[in-house]
């Protein structure tokens, strides 16, 4: 089934046709399905689903789960082992 579309004219600053056109090319659409996605996921109150390195890292993070205590303790580790002699710098407390 076909999708209608309306051909409709809208006025850009440079900066934002400039972000479009990185947001298209990133997500791997053309400029009309960028702009799509991101009034739809506006509307609905969600980001628009990019998959792009941020995104990836966001995913990672929220997988994590780290609370902030976990956090301030794998931090703490870690400038424990970077401040480590060579000799045990190789071994984890982990």
Same mark, same amino acid.
């Given at each position: 089934?076909?999708?209608?579309?309306?051909?409709?004219?809208?006025?850009?600053? /440079?900066?934002?046709?400039?972000?479009?056109?990185? *947001?298209?090319?990133?997500?791997?659409?053309?400029?009309?399905?960028?702009l799509?996605? #991101? *009034?739809?996921? #506006?509307?609905?109150?969600?980001? /628009?689903? +990019?998959?792009? /390195?941020?995104?990836?890292?966001?995913?990672?993070?929220?997988?994590?789960?780290?609370?902030?205590?976990? #956090?301030? #303790?794998?931090a703490?580790?870690?400038? +424990?082992?970077?401040?480590?002699?060579?000799?045990?710098?190789?071994?984890?407390?982990?």
């Amino acid at each position: 089934m076909a999708t209608t579309t309306v051909k409709a004219t809208y006025s850009l600053d /440079p900066g934002t046709v400039l972000r479009l056109e990185e *947001i298209a090319r990133s997500w791997g659409v053309s400029k009309s399905e960028a702009l799509r996605r #991101a *009034i739809r996921a #506006a509307a609905s109150g969600e980001a /628009p689903a +990019s998959g792009g /390195p941020l995104d990836a890292l966001d995913a990672l993070q929220q997988a994590a789960a780290l609370t902030p205590a976990s #956090a301030r #303790a794998w931090a703490a580790d870690a400038r +424990s082992e970077r401040r480590a002699p060579r000799a045990q710098a190789g071994k984890c407390s982990r």
